[in-house]
Nanobody, 119 residues
Framework: VQLQASGGGLVQPGGSLKLSCAAS????????MGWYRQVPGKQRELVAG???????NYADSVKGRFTISRDNAKNTVYLQMDSLRPEDTAVYYC??????????????WGQGTQVTVSS
């Protein structure tokens, strides 16, 4: 099982980016999925999470600007980021709780994608 994140890049303040993260492998089911971010010298922090039923939760710093969603048929989670600010600059990581077909359960992380907000 692995997660593959994509969609990062350089954007001007006020701009938008959409991140995607697809899970692949011998997957039986996926529980919660989420996006975290990390800047050098700081702990990784939760940006947004979404349950298997589609209920989202957000960090206060991104409420009203970011939207998390998932496509269960594609085993993919998305993060639509609007009204981006320089302080959103970070490496963004996706994660998911996945039960594989051999019934093992684990928390998996994507490889990280850089988001830079700068003029």
């Amino acid at each position: 099982v692995q997660l593959q994140a994509s969609g990062g890049g350089l954007v001007q303040p006020g701009g938008s980016l959409k991140l995607s993260c697809a899970a692949s492998g011998s997957i039986f089911s996926i529980n919660d999925m989420g996006w975290y971010r990390q800047v050098p010298g700081k702990q990784r922090e939760l940006v947004a999470g979404i349950t298997s039923g589609g209920r989202p939760n957000y960090a206060d710093s991104v409420k009203g600007r970011f939207t998390i969603s998932r496509d269960n048929a594609k085993n993919t989670v998305y993060l639509q980021m609007d009204s981006l600010r320089p302080e959103d600059t970070a490496v963004y990581y996706c994660n998911a709780g996945i039960r594989s077909t051999d019934w093992r359960f684990g928390i998996y992380w994507g490889q990280g994608t850089q988001v830079t907000v700068s003029s």
